[in-house]
């Protein structure tokens, strides 16, 4: 098992250094989907299987994929966002970096088709949180001081969805913005928990797939 911490050119190398290892499978969910491409069809033309889990490369070249489809988890998220603010309202959708991954596009297209039958929903330009350094949620509250006039806040994962809800609340907008995640996770401070207690207003389930790769 291998940790990349939102690092491409650290996975890849990890990849190469597991197939010099000599191993019999490789599972992998590629941080960004272009600069995995290329090593995991590599592998795979090799004539190692590979399973590539929740989110996809640019090619098909693996031996199988498993995981949602983002884009109708984005879809979902915007099917809720217009039945809360009834048509009309003011969206700002927030997602942490690496972009460019393939739940990262599927997410965000699937939101913003879905809203365009919606002209009365206005989606402001999409704010990238760098939740790898330490000031975000300060530079995030220094944004929102300035566009107070959001609705929802939709956010691309639990994770960001609940610190963008304790930041509301430090800032007293908690009961005028309501903020939506993805994918409801439970144990303490999961987005299935998140929601009974009011923090989040709700969260699209997202099935991990971990125990299908297994399986695989």
């Known amino acids: 098992l291998r940790e990349v911490n939102s690092n491409s050119a650290l996975q890849v190398k990890q990849i190469q250094e597991l197939v010099d290892e000599k191993i019999d499978l490789l599972i992998v969910s ?11 069809d590599k592998v795979y033309k090799e004539g190692l299987p590979v399973i590539v889990l929740d989110r996809s490369t ?19 998220a ?59 949620e300060k530079t995030f509250e220094q944004f929102l001081s300035s566009n107070n006039d959001i609705d929802l ?38 987005g299935i928990e998140l929601v009974e207690k009011g923090i989040l207003k709700a969260t699209i389930l997202y099935p991990t797939g971990g125990k299908e790769a297994i399986q695989t």
């Open 30 to 40: 590629p941080n960004e989907a272009e600069p995995l491409t290329p090593i995991i």
């Open 58 to 76: 640019i090619s098909k070249n693996y031996t199988a994929f498993i995981g949602a489809s983002n884009y109708k988890v984005g879809a979902n």
């Open 78 to 136: 915007g099917a809720y966002t217009n039945a809360v603010l009834k048509g009309k309202g003011n969206v700002l959708e927030i997602n942490g970096v690496p972009i460019g991954s393939s739940a990262d596009i599927g997410r965000h297209d699937g939101f913003a088709d879905f809203l365009k039958q919606y002209p009365g929903i206005v989606c402001k330009p999409r704010y990238i949180a760098d939740t790898k350094t330490n000031d975000w």
């Open 153 to 190: 806040i939709y956010a691309h994962d639990d994770r960001i969805a609940f610190s963008v809800a304790n930041i509301l609340k430090r800032l007293g907008l908690d009961q005028r913005m309501k903020v939506i995640g993805i994918d409801g996770l439970p144990g303490k401070n999961g």
